[in-house]
């Protein structure tokens, strides 16, 4: 009986190998939406706050159903108290998830053990909360990290790099999805559009990590064949561009034949420049129809930072030319409030991310999201984001 058992395990891994190929592998439908499925932009003004895995992470709780619960209820809580009307929730992490997913393991954060399956279904509690208390709910991506150098600790035997390492790079000792990766663009597509078709999300979101930062030539072999199949290759560039973009537009189009008017949208570093850094083609993405419906810049300035202002920040965004069904939210760092961050110009005063708000709104951006939420809850911010809280009680709507 000893002898059998590791062989009875073995198949089951090799079978659920197969079919999480096989589902890899089957073609992404990419028709356009139906006439019904057509995406309406919102009219109402975005207010949202992020909430990370950190914040949600119980793997050390006793019962950890009950905390979890109770943390995204304390969320609302406080989301309601102060007329905050959208969250930004952290559901894939490191290419785990916080939802039940036929490509992705469980995430570490809910159990202490990537794979291992927690009882109950996260993101199924969050959206049903939420709703109940006219919270609308955007599930927060991060496409390509697999792992930093501790963290997980431990992929499980279902992790789509374990199952497959092909599709993922070493990078200074962190693991990565190959942006140029057919079959990582394939499982990152599916991965978002299983929750735009299983859950009650309102959008879903990718935050601001595209190509790793300070990448080297990792994908040297990639451009190399690349270049063998065209007459007219592209620079390393612009290939690197061209990758992500082939990503945002395909999430777009699986995010969009689920129907359902889910948002898709992206929240991008807030100096605009810096995009560039990361092979993030974000002009293409707003000025052109087909990749996102909304952006969300994260302008984490001061009114004063001496290396780029709040105002000077957002104007760049703002002059770009957007397509018609774009929507631009503003990112704003409240976890900077009451720091010497900024060369100590948020220690000014005490009114510097309502002043914000205001200027946002001034400027017709349609909402902001602050980031994060373990910002409400620290004393070092306390009295700003107070007045910020305030002021969006007095004027709950643009």
């Known amino acids: 009986m000893k002898r059998i058992i590791p062989v009875i395990l073995s198949f089951i891994f090799l079978v659920s190998s197969i079919v999480y190929v096989a589902d890899l592998q089957a073609p992404l439908d990419d028709a356009k939406p139906t006439e019904d499925e057509e995406y309406i932009?919102?009219?109402?003004?975005?207010?949202?706050?992020?909430?990370?895995?950190?914040?949600?992470?119980?793997?050390?709780?006793?019962?950890?159903?009950?905390?979890?619960?109770?943390?995204?209820?304390?969320?609302?809580?406080?989301?309601?108290?102060?007329?905050?009307?959208?969250?930004?929730?952290?559901?894939?992490?490191?290419?785990?998830?916080?939802?039940?997913?036929?490509?992705?393991?469980?995430?570490?954060?809910?159990?202490?053990?990537?794979?291992?399956?927690?009882?109950?279904?996260?993101?199924?509690?969050?959206?049903?909360?939420?709703?109940?208390?006219?919270?609308?709910?955007?599930?927060?991506?991060?496409?390509?990290?697999?792992?930093?150098?501790?963290?997980?600790?431990?992929?499980?035997?279902?992790n789509p790099y374990v199952k497959d390492?092909?599709?993922?790079?070493?990078?200074?000792?962190?693991?990565?999805?190959n942006p140029a990766s057919d079959k990582a663009i394939e499982l990152i597509t599916k991965g978002a559009a299983e929750i735009a078709e299983n859950y009650d999300v309102d959008g879903i979101q990718f935050d601001d990590y595209f190509y790793p930062p300070d990448c080297g030539d990792f994908d040297s072999e990639d451009y190399a064949e690349y270049c063998k199949s065209t007459d007219t290759p592209l620079s390393l560039e612009d290939f690197r561009k061209d990758n992500v973009n082939k990503l945002i537009s395909s999430v777009y189009k699986a995010v969009h034949k689920a129907g359902k008017n889910i948002m898709f949208g992206v929240s991008p570093q807030g100096n605009l420049s810096n995009n560039d850094k990361l092979y993030a083609d974000v002009k293409k993405w707003c000025e052109e129809k087909g990749y996102i419906d909304y952006i969300c810049p994260q302008v984490y300035f001061s009114l004063d930072n001496p290396a780029l202002t709040y105002e000077d920040g957002l104007r760049d965004w703002l002059e770009l030319k957007p397509h018609d069904d774009l929507s631009m939210y503003v990112g704003l760092p409240a976890y900077k409030a009451g720091t010497d961050a900024d060369s100590g110009t948020w220690l000014d005063n005490s009114d510097i991310l309502r002043t914000e708000i205001e200027i946002l709104r001034e400027k017709g951006a349609d909402g902001f999201m602050l980031y994060s939420y373990d910002s409400f809850h620290n004393e070092d911010n306390a009295e700003e984001i107070q007045n910020v809280m305030n002021y969006l009680t007095a004027t709950p709507t643009q």
């Open 41 to 158: 932009k919102p009219n109402e003004e975005l207010r949202g706050v992020w909430v990370t895995y950190m914040t949600l992470d119980t793997e050390n709780e006793k019962d950890k159903e009950a905390a979890f619960k109770s943390r995204i209820e304390s969320v609302i809580e406080d989301m309601k108290s102060s007329n905050l009307n959208t969250m930004i929730v952290q559901v894939r992490p490191f290419s785990d998830a916080l939802y039940k997913s036929r490509y992705y393991p469980w995430s570490h954060i809910l159990t202490g053990t990537q794979g291992k399956d927690p009882g109950f279904d996260p993101l199924e509690y969050i959206t049903d909360t939420a709703h109940e208390n006219d919270i609308k709910v955007h599930a927060w991506i991060n496409p390509y990290r697999i792992s930093t150098a501790n963290t997980p600790s431990e992929l499980s035997d279902n």
């Open 165 to 177: 390492n092909d599709i993922g790079v070493e990078v200074n000792g962190a693991l990565y999805m």
